[in-house]
């Protein structure tokens, strides 16, 4: 399995909603990557684990939880978004965490009401 | 801070013909990677080539390349034998050695006319 995968691939919520993305990886990876990136500009890191410790917080706002339950396995927790958070969100991992290659999830589309 | 420059917000190019993609970067430090990532209308962005800042010879994978200048601080994608698949959004990306962070650029789209 060489890929990352990303749940839902669409996502529309309102801003009272909690809702949550999952990225998954069996690569054996140790260090995962949340992206957001806004229509036609790049990717912006938000959040970096490594060995599933937080080592990266870009000043994302707190109604953005980051988990990271075991090596796999990458959750985004959402609460009392913002329209202007609607985005395509990434997951990367990488082998370690200077490791020289992202391989990206296809992303999920979300769209706050 | 360091910024990723991507000065053609778009380009096109024959198929089977070569295009250059330029990017140049802002930064301080001595040891860095520079990355090219393609970015398909499906989504899924991958790694096309890197370059590490301490070697001097230029990366090369296949019918991608790059012209890597260190002192002008600048770092081209060149596409060889164009090809349809090669349609798709390229974003220069900068990493820091040591960090992980990895800084993109704003884009070249690329459209290949058949």
């Known amino acids: 399995d060489t890929e990352v995968t990303q749940t839902p691939k669409h996502l529309v919520m309102g801003m009272t909603n909690k809702k949550s993305l999952k990225c998954e990886q069996h690569m054996g990876h140790r260090a995962m990557y949340w992206y957001k990136q806004k229509a036609k500009k790049p990717p912006e890191l938000m959040f970096v684990?490594?060995?599933?410790?937080?080592?990266i917080n870009e000043s994302v706002p707190s109604r953005f939880s980051p988990e990271c339950p075991n090596s796999s396995l990458l959750n985004l927790h959402l609460h009392a978004l913002q329209p202007e958070d609607s985005a395509l969100y990434l997951c990367a991992s990488s082998q370690e965490p200077l490791a020289n290659e992202q391989f990206f999830g296809p992303g999920t589309r979300l769209t706050v009401l | 801070a360091q910024t990723v420059t991507q000065s053609q917000p778009e380009m096109s190019v024959q198929e089977a013909e070569t295009v250059t993609l330029s990017c140049t970067y802002d930064t301080s430090e001595s040891d860095y990677y520079l990355f090219w990532y393609k970015q398909p209308p499906s989504r899924q962005m991958i790694l096309v080539i890197r370059q590490e800042a301490y070697k001097q010879q230029n990366a090369t994978e296949n019918r991608f390349s790059v012209n890597f200048q260190k002192a002008a601080k600048s770092f081209s994608l060149k596409i060889s034998d164009s090809q349809l698949g090669d349609a798709a959004m390229y974003f220069c990306a900068y990493r820091r050695f040591g960090n992980e962070k990895l800084t993109f650029g704003t884009g070249t789209r690329l459209t290949i006319i058949p």
């Open positions: 684990y490594s060995y599933e410790k937080l080592s």
